[in-house]
């Protein structure tokens, strides 16, 4: 695409920030990044990504000369008049957002009227109007600000940044959130144009309800096993109604990441301090929860007692294509199986040195075909591609025992049970 297009700022260099940064400069913009941390920013300037994200480290390269580093706002402020703030909003102890970040953001950036916040953050409903009201207090009320809230999902985020489902953008009239439907036209995107809670509203609900779809299901699941009943062909069966739709209605080992599990956490939260019980939410969180847990008590009712046994499991990060750990239903899974007194190991193509950090007695297997070798039981906890190309009769002539769970309803039944394995999905009759 032409590379006249305008500059623009991108404030924090996570998932958000950089698939932000490196898809505007695929469409032409100069782009300037700023982060705190000079470590990113020294990795960044030698061509190097910290995290991983199919496709952006190429994408990164081949948009080098547009892409700009720095821990200074100086650069960014002289070239660009958008600046998109993407830094993170991690859940307090009490599961609020914390917006500490945000906030260092608005003290850092210039009184201008020659200047646009755009936050792309996801902070509760209502922060705007806050953020506003600070930004007067401190002489920075000609600052403009608008609420354009990111939809990405991790593992197919450059996809998602070029080929959006919409773009949602919150303003008080003027001209800065014109400028910001004019920075996406390219993108040919449905565009929202809404007032600036609306938009904040938008993405803590279209999170919320995208787990209420999963917990559903993982509800339905359940009750398909108690009824012999398979809730794959219960799920296509329901997903061919328009009003439900065949996505987000996959049942396995409970929904992860961050996004969900503090978004959900944030809007309940959100209510409840303006006074409102968000009763549908409580058990949305509850009912992750458990299905956390239930491969634990699967596993019990064929090898009681665990204590002793060995236990494989196939994929750590919370969901394919993602080194993220974050809310990763292996966390709780590897944690309940220890205190049970189970041998845990564990393989993930990726993600073993995320997994480290948070768990660093995990044991880490070198391949899919290592962590399968003396196991009592396997457990498919993220549905990666190698995965769903092992061969089960080499994994069952590998094993101790004959168990396979398969957390995210991904492998064949038929195929492993011809190996001699035992085949017990979630849900499936
Ligand atoms: C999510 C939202 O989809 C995205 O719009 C938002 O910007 C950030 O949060 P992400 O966290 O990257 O994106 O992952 P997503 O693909 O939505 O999956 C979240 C979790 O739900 C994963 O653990 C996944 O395995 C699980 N999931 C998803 C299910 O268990 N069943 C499903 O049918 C779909």
Redesign the pocket.
Known sequence: MNGTRKPIGVIGTGYVGLVTAVGFAEIGCEVYCVDIDPAKIAMLERGEVPIYEPGLEEMIAANSSRLHFSTSLDDMVAHARLLFVCVGTPPTHAGDADLSAVYAVVDAVPASADHVLVMKS?VPCGTGRTLKRVLAEQGKGSLAYVSCP????????ID?FLHPDRVVIGDEGGVAGDEVEALYAPLRAPIVRTDIASAEMI?LA??AF??T??SF??EIANVCEELDANVIDVAEGIGLDHRIGP??????????????TK?VSALKLLAANSGYHFQLLSSVIEVNELQKRRVVAKLQRHLDPLAGKRIALLGLA??PN?D?MR???SLVLASRLEAEGALVRTYDPIAETEALKVMPKLDCADSAQDVVVDADAVVLV?EWPEFLELDWSTVAGAMRGKLVIDG?NALDPEIIRAAGLVYEGIGRA
């Open positions: 996801t990111e939809f990405l999902k991790e593992g197919s985020a998602d993405k279209a999170n995208l787990a779809k999963i299901i993982n996505k987000f209605l996959q049942a396995g080992v409970g929904y992860g990441g961050s996004c969900f978004d919370f969901k993602t993220d809310g990763a239903s993220t995210r």
